[in-house]
């Protein structure tokens, strides 16, 4: 092998170290770009001492990592060499550069050896590979601002489709460069210990987050920390009633933070929603004002609990994966929210980064929730469409894994997947094909349970409060969800008697301390 080096590859070393040697004299008056071509040379012949050493740099590096071109070209026949599993040391290298037409590129073989006879050992290989990454990190981000101030700079562009280029941009970038260390048994041990403990502690029985329906509480254990959650069906089933019914059940009875955000109803439809759910009016009225008496004072009885509930509500129109992480790890961070509702999947958006189809932008988002999930140690619930096909089903219409709309990835990424499938809705009658009542009878089914049984249990649907409840449960008041005051006489209005006000005055009511289970 001719390790001699010509006169252009002597002009081509010198130019290489020309940036270096005067790294100097450039600082004074301007800026390089993020670098170490000592560290890069140390990398590449550390690699090509020890057999074991591209094994520790595989996760951090990659070509792109180099500043210099050429140990880009080096690196590429290294990673060659490695993906096939072949040794890598000069000679190997060499040969791989020859075959990719490369070798001369890149200095020929008397640079190869160079590069290892400046390195005595690969021991601190792992720690100058990381320096190089951080290195590469810090161009892609000098890169991204400069695209960003130039489009800022244009005033043909909106400023908004410009930060959600810069949300995209900078989300892509983070999760191409995000690792995660390798733990030790011993501490996930002790963790999990302690969980299980803490839920031999509750009276409850459960170990996650209680949602007030008692047998979905019986067969998730309550909603557990980092599971995305994807609770899907065609429209009008009461996707958006559920988690309604569900969050409000959290945040009143058990006093547990959740943030709801919406991207099909306003605020002002969600709360609608939730004063007809927890008051027992129906939402025709709600929305005309058309209440009687015995209804208003209903109304101002049984809304109290709503005040005080720790519901966060973002009604967010088009809402960006970007943007919900922003504001997720505010509400955990400042308001303790300790679950978040996704109303739904399907609208959301990843904009700012370019996909050669909807399949994969939403497969894009269910990802990023699980991530999101993880991240901040809490459970996602996101709702999510079903496809057609449902409805040309002959079997019941029972939705089915395959139904999920636009993307496998969304069975794939999530935890679990349940359905709500009212059958009442599709025969149009109050009994099935073998006379059995389903009236108001609600389906909540567990198709993939990643760490438990799947199945279904039954719940009560009240189409005229938007509500679900427990099958055997007959009123929000008798378990404990609202206020309410007994032996109450006669109404002065109707001559009915009034469960909700005692008869007496609003503001008697307010100031009588009415004993409540918050």
Request: glycine share 6%; charged share 25%.
């Amino acid at each position: 092998m001719d390790f001699k080096l010509t006169e252009e590859q002597r002009k081509r070393q010198y130019n290489r170290r020309k940036p270096q040697q005067a790294a100097e004299v450039v600082n004074e008056f301007g800026k390089l770009q993020p670098q170490n071509l000592e560290l890069e040379d140390a990398v590449l012949g550390a690699l090509m001492l020890e057999k074991d050493a591209y094994s520790k740099v595989v996760d951090i590096l990659k070509p792109e990592c180099f500043y210099e071109p050429n140990n880009q070209k080096i690196f590429e026949a290294i990673q060659t060499l490695g993906s096939m599993s072949q040794p890598i040391d000069m000679l190997t290298v060499t040969e791989q550069l020859r075959v990719q037409g490369m070798l001369d590129e890149v200095g020929g073989p008397i640079r190869i050896s160079q590069l290892t006879s400046g390195v005595s050992s690969a021991a601190n290989i792992e720690f100058h590979a990381r320096i190089v990454a951080q290195k590469y990190l810090a161009r892609e981000l000098i890169s991204f601002s400069s695209q960003i101030q130039s489009l800022a700079f244009d005033d043909s562009i909106d400023i908004l489709d410009v930060l959600q280029e810069a949300e995209g941009k900078l989300f892509e970038l983070s999760q191409s460069n995000l690792k995660k260390d390798v733990t030790k048994i011993e501490p996930v041990i002790i963790d999990a210990l302690k969980k299980i403990e803490d839920a031999a502690n509750r009276t409850d029985g459960l170990s996650g987050l209680q949602t007030g329906f008692d047998e979905i509480d019986r067969v998730t254990s309550g909603w557990q920390n980092s599971d995305l959650v994807i609770i899907a069906a065609r429209p009008a089933m009461g996707k958006t009633a559920f988690v309604l019914s569900m969050a409000m059940r959290m945040a009143v009875r058990f006093n547990i933070p959740v943030a709801v955000f919406s991207l099909e109803m306003s605020n002002l439809q969600l709360v609608n929603r939730l004063i007809s759910n927890i008051c027992e009016i129906e939402g025709s009225k709600i929305k005309s004002g058309t209440l009687s008496r015995l209804e208003w004072e209903q109304l101002h009885s049984r809304i109290r609990p709503l005040y005080t509930a720790p519901l966060f509500i973002d009604d967010t129109p088009s809402l960006s994966v970007f943007e919900l992480r922003t504001k997720a790890r505010r509400l955990v961070r400042e308001q303790g929210v300790k679950m978040i509702v996704i109303d739904y999947l399907q609208l959301m958006n990843a904009s700012g980064m370019k996909f050669g189809s909807r399949e994969q932008e939403v497969s894009t988002i269910s990802r990023s929730l699980k991530q999101l999930a993880k991240e901040l140690d809490i459970p996602i619930i996101a709702l999510s469409q079903l496809n057609r096909s449902v409805e040309n089903r002959t079997d019941g219409k029972v939705p089915q894994l395959s139904d999920l709309r636009e993307s496998g990835a969304i069975e794939q990424d999530a935890d679990m997947v349940c359905f709500i499938h009212r059958p009442e809705y599709y025969t149009k009658s109050t009994t099935d094909a073998e006379g059995n009542n389903i009236e108001g009878v609600a389906k909540f089914i567990f198709a993939k349970h990643r760490s438990g049984a799947t199945g279904d249990v039954t719940l009560r649907f009240e189409g005229k409060y938007a509500r679900f409840q427990n099958w055997d449960e007959n009123s929000l008041v008798n378990h404990g969800i609202v206020p309410s005051k007994i032996n109450a006489p006669a109404d002065a209005a109707n001559g009915a008697p009034s469960p909700f006000t005692g008869g007496v005055s609003e503001d008697q009511f307010i100031d009588n301390n009415n004993p409540t289970p918050f």
